[in-house]
C-alpha cells in the first residue's frame, strides 16, 4: 500500500534537541511478522514532530525495522507511547496496530 509523504517538522538546529532513554528493554511485535527490541539505556534525540506525536532517532546508532525491505526508522511517541515510526529514507509514517507504551527517562 502506497502512502503519502509524512513532513517532518524538523526541530532547530539552534535549540537544543531533547533526549529520552529507554529504562527498560521493550519488544515491538511489527505487523510484518517481524520483531525489534528497543535496547535498555539506548538514547533517543528529538528529531522533531509529525502530527501523530514526537520523532525521536537513535544517538550514535542506527535502527531499522523490516518489511519486503529494510527501513532506517525513528520512532514516533504520543504521550510516553510509540505509536510508531517515521521512515526518514522514504519519508513516510508507519503506524503500529498496537502502540506500545514504553518506559521513559530524560537523558542528558
Given amino acids: 500500500m502506497r502512502r503519502p509523504p509524512s513532513a517532518i517538522e524538523v526541530t532547530q538546529p ?7 532513554q529507554i529504562l ?3 519488544t515491538i511485535k511489527l505487523d510484518t511478522g ?3 527490541t528497543l535496547p535498555e539505556k539506548s538514547v533517543w534525540s528529538k528529531a522533531g514532530r509529525v502530527p ?4 525521536f532517532r537513535p544517538v550514535g546508532t542506527i ?3 523490516e518489511g519486503r525491505q529494510v527501513h532506517e526508522a525513528y520512532l514516533v511517541i504520543h504521550n510516553q507511547t510509540l505509536v510508531g515510526f517515521y521512515l526518514p529514507g522514504e519519508q513516510n509514517y508507519s503506524p503500529l496496530s ?8 530524560e537523558s542528558e
Avoid: C, E, H, K
Avoid at 498496537?98 to 527517562?105: I, M, Y
Fill in 34 to 36: 517481524y520483531s525489534r
Fill in 98 to 105: 498496537t502502540a506500545v507504551p514504553l518506559n521513559l527517562g
Fill in 14 to 20: 539552534s535549540a537544543a534537541a531533547r533526549r529520552i
Fill in 63 to 65: 535502527f531499522t525495522i
Fill in 52 to 55: 501523530q506525536g514526537d520523532v
Fill in 24 to 26: 527498560t528493554a521493550t
